[in-house]
Nanobody
Framework: QVQLVESGGGTVQAGGSLKLSCTAP????????MAWFRQAPGKEREFVAA????????AYTQSVQGRFVVFRDNAKNTAYLQMNSLKPEDTAVYYC???????????????WGQGTQVTVSS
């Protein structure tokens, strides 16, 4: 079982930035692909970004391309989502997800964090 602990959500004005963190305690982090999803009120959960276990590959949904950056620090067992130039439409609960040796937007990730609220005011 993989436990994912998220932090870093909050409220920010449009154009601002936030950085989300997702920590997975234990010795297996370097084998986990990490991903971020979000769910806005009344909408289905959608893929945002993912990073391979090696950190060598990343993927983004088109709406955040060029504004969000996903990266990881395997020494700290932590993945990050740096969100810049935030827009009101980015408002959602953001979830961290993980799975072993499988990566990409179409993956059905096995492990999920509790979610953290991101609110962008106009």
């Amino acid at each position: 079982q993989v436990q994912l602990v998220e932090s870093g959500g909050g409220t920010v004005q449009a154009g601002g930035s936030l950085k989300l963190s997702c920590t997975a305690p234990g010795r297996t982090f370097s084998r986990l692909a990490m991903a971020w999803f979000r769910q806005a009120p009344g909408k289905e959960r959608e893929f945002v970004a993912a990073i391979k276990w090696t950190g060598s590959d990343t993927a983004y949904t088109q709406s955040v391309q060029g504004r969000f950056v996903v990266f990881r620090d395997n020494a700290k067992n932590t993945a990050y989502l740096q969100m810049n130039s935030l827009k009101p439409e980015d408002t959602a609960v953001y979830y961290c997800a993980a799975d072993y040796f499988t990566y990409g937007p179409a993956v059905v990730y096995d492990y999920w964090g509790q979610g953290t609220q991101v609110t962008v005011s106009s």
